[in-house]
């Protein structure tokens, strides 16, 4: 086999192995999106669920 053709057969190798392992990155990137998506609705739901019971305590102590 000529030089230029074993080349081109290993690189086409290797792009093929860099497009799968760019499909994997792919993959935890957006579990990791997802996990952070989750935990910015979790602290959003403490912090509104903490200012709730803020404005009623504040509402039972007035009365």
């Known amino acids: 086999m000529l ?3 074993e080349y081109l057969i290993e ?3 290797r792009c093929a192995r ?3 392992e760019g499909r994997a990155l792919i993959d935890r990137l957006e579990a990791i999106s997802h ?4 935990k ?3 602290l959003d ?3 509104d669920k903490g ?3 803020a ?3 504040g509402q039972k102590a007035a009365s």
Request: net charge negative.
């Open 45 to 47: 739901t403490e912090r």
């Open 35 to 38: 996990e952070l998506m989750a």
């Open 3 to 5: 030089k230029t053709e």
């Open 18 to 20: 860099l497009a799968n």
């Open 40 to 42: 910015a609705v979790e």
């Open 55 to 57: 404005v009623q305590s």
């Open 51 to 53: 200012q709730k019971t």
């Open 11 to 13: 690189t086409a190798d």
